[in-house]
């Protein structure tokens, strides 16, 4: 049969391939790839298959596998000191076919007598009874039988100490048995591979190839010295196929919180933290947020069983909180009326909002002007769907300035999602315990409007303590919806799962 060549594709046979081709031609046109390591056609297995799997891609070889399971063993005493069974067998026997189990048990190695009652029983060669009340074990007239011959484990035993022993020749049954002897014998697979030339593989490799190395790389030295100019370039086929190469990456929550981070910096903002774990009393007492809000109820905050409460420092601060909840104290409020209790400020909780991080804050830095972010974890009883999380992360902000007012900070919050590349967003009004005036902030995704977060400046019952009189613009956003907005991901679960393929394909941004 006449095959057509292709010139391209002898052309584009690499060095390898050009050596397989001929290993396999004065092999009679196949060999496994350990006869091609053995016999000095490649230094390793691996170097080979590799360039089989391309002559196999070019049509010019095949490649076989066949996988033989073999049985070894791994403990050596199992045939040098013998198996339980055998040593007791053996000593039973020695002292006339009958003996106290006690003494049967003290007369083997350590461990081993409490191992061969149980197969003697199972084997059916020896029997146990009472005599006055002692245990006997008796031989048995297989056992009898025994002591003179090799047991089929026994034997199979001995063959794994000379050599592995194939599965086909071993008995199911005794190997099954064999197994449950932990540590006593293993499992080897064997793969044999093969690697066959087909009818143009054969035409190729006696058509007169040459084996010449070839150049894929050229370097400085190359063309100072002219040798490129005699080199034997390999040539690529760019329709070759080729696996997708994936950069390393950061996860996209990351990407985010160091591009939000970087924005805040660039506006002159410094970063500020609070702890996870907080008093009542920093979370939602000091913001003014009434001892009766909802929000305080545990279907809406994790409260804490060990601590259960946080002692409030500072004596003078807790009275102008109590007095400003009571009756709105010097600034001029109403208050909530009532009667605020330490108790319940006191109660131990995960914080329900960054806003603890600027309350914190401006309790240490009072004086204007301060700019400050932050970007943290907080805790709520939100029911999981595709936007919500009882985990999730605020992007948190506050500006104390003299000339700070409500422009301000509609021009701030405008401004933030223009660098992060959105400007199709909506304020509206809203209300939050803790500012006057406040507003919501949305955006349109996936066919409907998704809050990211809500600002507003500090009411005077919230700064007053501190000894602020300059406004106080303060703003939290919702750091993974604004990560949904900008990837495209419909399900904010997606987020944190551990999909590495969503990763690698996810744009590198």
Same mark, same amino acid.
């Given at each position: 049969?006449?095959?057509?060549?292709?010139?391209?594709?002898?052309?584009?046979?690499?060095?390898?391939?050009?050596?397989?081709?001929?290993?396999?031609?004065?092999?009679?046109?196949?060999?496994?790839?350990?006869?091609?390591?053995?016999?000095? /056609?490649?230094?390793? *297995?691996?170097?080979?298959?590799? $360039?089989?799997? %391309? #002559?196999?891609? !070019? @049509? +010019? =070889?095949? &490649?076989?596998?066949?996988?033989?399971?073999?049985?070894?063993?791994?403990?050596?005493?199992?045939?040098?000191?013998?198996?339980?069974?055998?040593?007791?067998?053996?000593?039973?026997?020695?002292?006339?076919?009958?003996?106290?189990?006690?003494?049967?048990? /003290?007369?083997?190695? *350590?461990?081993?007598?409490?191992? $061969?009652?149980? %197969? #003697?029983?199972? !084997? @059916? +060669? =020896?029997? &146990?009874?009472?005599?006055?009340?002692?245990?006997?074990?008796?031989?048995?007239?297989?056992?009898?039988?025994?002591?003179?011959?090799?047991?089929?484990?026994?034997?199979?035993?001995?063959?794994?100490?000379?050599?592995?022993?194939?599965?086909?020749?071993?008995?199911?049954?005794?190997?099954?048995?064999?197994?449950?002897?932990?540590?006593?014998?293993?499992? !080897?697979?064997?793969?044999?591979?093969?690697?066959?030339?087909?009818?143009?593989?054969?035409?190729?490799?006696?058509?007169?190839?040459?084996?010449?190395?070839?150049?894929?790389?050229?370097?400085?030295?190359?063309?100072?010295?002219?040798?490129?100019?005699?080199?034997?370039?390999?040539?690529?086929?760019?329709?070759?196929?080729?696996?997708?190469?994936?950069?390393?990456?950061?996860?996209?929550?990351?990407?985010?919180?160091?591009?939000?981070?970087?924005?805040?910096?660039?506006?002159?903002?410094?970063?500020?933290?609070?702890?996870?774990?907080?008093?009542?009393?920093?979370?939602?007492?000091?913001?003014?947020?009434?001892?009766?809000?909802?929000?305080?109820?545990?279907?809406?905050?994790?409260?804490?069983?060990?601590?259960?409460?946080?002692?409030?420092?500072?004596?003078?601060?807790?009275?102008?909180?109590?007095?400003?909840?009571?009756?709105?104290?010097?600034?001029?409020?109403?208050?909530?009326?009532?009667?605020?209790?330490?108790?319940?400020?006191?109660?131990?909780?995960?914080?329900?909002?960054?806003?603890?991080?600027?309350?914190?804050?401006?309790?240490?830095?009072?004086?204007?002007?301060?700019?400050?972010?932050?970007?943290?974890?907080?805790?709520?009883?939100?029911?999981?769907?595709?936007?919500?999380?009882?985990?999730?992360?605020?992007?948190?902000?506050?500006?104390?300035?003299?000339?700070?007012?409500?422009?301000?900070?509609?021009?701030?919050?405008?401004?933030?999602?223009?660098?992060?590349?959105?400007?199709?967003?909506?304020?509206?009004?809203?209300?939050?315990?803790?500012?006057?005036?406040?507003?919501?902030?949305?955006?349109?995704?996936?066919?409907?409007?998704?809050?990211?977060?809500?600002?507003?400046?500090?009411?005077?019952?919230?700064?007053?303590?501190?000894?602020?009189?300059?406004?106080?613009?303060?703003?939290?956003?919702?750091?993974?919806?604004?990560?949904?907005?900008?990837?495209?991901?419909?399900?904010?679960?997606?987020?944190?799962?551990?999909?590495?393929?969503?990763?690698?394909?996810?744009?590198?941004?």
């Amino acid at each position: 049969m006449v095959i057509q060549m292709d010139k391209a594709l002898l052309d584009g046979l690499s060095h390898n391939e050009k050596r397989l081709l001929l290993a396999l031609e004065e092999r009679g046109g196949s060999a496994t790839t350990a006869d091609l390591v053995s016999g000095g /056609a490649f230094s390793v *297995e691996v170097e080979a298959m590799s $360039a089989a799997s %391309w #002559l196999e891609s !070019k @049509g +010019l =070889a095949a &490649i076989s596998e066949r996988s033989d399971r073999f049985y070894v063993l791994t403990d050596e005493s199992a045939v040098s000191v013998g198996l339980p069974e055998r040593v007791a067998i053996t000593i039973i026997g020695d002292n006339g076919g009958s003996m106290p189990m006690a003494d049967m048990e /003290a007369a083997m190695p *350590e461990g081993m007598g409490r191992i $061969a009652v149980g %197969w #003697l029983k199972r !084997k @059916g +060669l =020896a029997d &146990i009874r009472a005599e006055d009340g002692v245990k006997v074990m008796t031989l048995t007239q297989t056992g009898r039988d025994m002591l003179g011959s090799r047991m089929p484990d026994e034997e199979l035993l001995s063959r794994m100490a000379e050599a592995p022993v194939p599965e086909s020749e071993a008995d199911p049954k005794v190997i099954k048995d064999l197994k449950g002897r932990q540590g006593m014998i293993a499992e !080897k697979v064997v793969t044999e591979r093969s690697i066959v030339l087909t009818d143009l593989g054969r035409e190729v490799a006696s058509s007169g190839i040459e084996l010449r190395p070839q150049v894929t790389d050229i370097t400085d030295r190359m063309i100072q010295s002219g040798e490129w100019k005699e080199a034997d370039f390999r040539p690529y086929d760019i329709q070759t196929f080729a696996p997708t190469v994936y950069p390393a990456k950061k996860h996209m929550l990351s990407r985010l919180g160091a591009q939000v981070r970087r924005l805040f910096t660039d506006m002159g903002f410094t970063e500020m933290k609070s702890e996870y774990v907080q008093p009542a009393f920093w979370n939602l007492d000091v913001l003014y947020t009434p001892q009766d809000h909802p929000a305080r109820d545990l279907q809406d905050t994790f409260y804490l069983e060990h601590p259960s409460s946080i002692h409030i420092d500072g004596e003078r601060l807790v009275s102008m909180v109590k007095a400003i909840h009571e009756d709105g104290g010097d600034t001029g409020s109403t208050g909530w009326g009532g009667t605020w209790s330490r108790e319940k400020a006191e109660m131990a909780l995960l914080r329900t909002h960054s806003t603890v991080s600027s309350i914190r804050y401006i309790a240490e830095h009072p004086d204007a002007p301060r700019k400050a972010f932050s970007i943290s974890r907080i805790f709520r009883k939100e029911s999981i769907d595709s936007t919500h999380l009882p985990e999730f992360t605020q992007i948190e902000g506050i500006v104390i300035d003299e000339d700070a007012d409500f422009d301000m900070l509609i021009s701030m919050i405008r401004e933030f999602y223009a660098r992060m590349g959105f400007d199709q967003i909506r304020i509206r009004p809203a209300y939050f315990p803790y500012t006057e005036p406040s507003l919501e902030l949305e955006v349109f995704f996936n066919g409907k409007w998704m809050e990211l977060g809500g600002a507003g400046i500090f009411r005077p019952e919230v700064v007053a303590p501190f000894g602020v009189d300059a406004p106080v613009l303060a703003w939290g956003f919702g750091f993974e919806r604004l990560a949904m907005l900008k990837w495209g991901i419909t399900d904010i679960r997606d987020l944190y799962i551990s999909d590495i393929d969503h990763l690698r394909s996810n744009p590198c941004l």
